[in-house]
């Protein structure tokens, strides 16, 4: 367990926002900008932010606490397919060729709808 700006984030939530900042860009240019892991950290995440990525992560995990058993994915891989997943990237658990368990978690991640991030004008990052 990690705790950053108060936060106690396991190892789900860590690298789902790993893996938020790496798809996520600063909108810095017309071409959407930097990754915004090229300059921000989580520590650089607001903790209004890292609790509802937590509290999504939770629920989430307790939700599909089987499914995520049976898919054999680590907790790593997994908070990072969550964020692509809800996000509807080119990527995540339904293409990780874990069958119906990847449809599975696709299915139930869909509805936590799409999440966002953006650098607030106090350079740290914001959800929406």
């Not at 936060?7 to 938020?20: G, K, Q, R, S, V």
């Not at 937590?54 to 898919?71: I, M, W």
């Not at 964020?83 to 509805?111: C, E, I, Q, S, Y």
């Amino acid at each position: 367990m990690r705790t950053i700006n108060g936060i106690a984030l396991d190892t789900f939530t860590e690298h789902y926002a790993i893996c938020a900042l790496w798809s996520s860009t600063d909108d810095s240019n017309d071409q959407g900008g930097q990754p915004l892991d090229a300059n921000y950290g989580l520590d650089d995440i607001t903790a209004e932010t890292l609790q509802r990525m937590a509290a999504d992560c939770a629920d989430f995990q307790k939700a599909c606490a089987q499914l995520l058993v049976e898919s054999g994915q680590s907790a790593e891989q997994s908070g990072h397919d969550f964020w692509l997943t809800r996000n509807r990237h080119g990527a995540g658990f339904w293409d990780r060729g874990l069958g119906k368990v990847g449809k599975d978690l696709t299915d139930m991640a869909h509805p936590y709808g799409e999440c966002n991030l953006y650098v607030g004008d106090d350079q740290k990052i914001h959800a929406y």
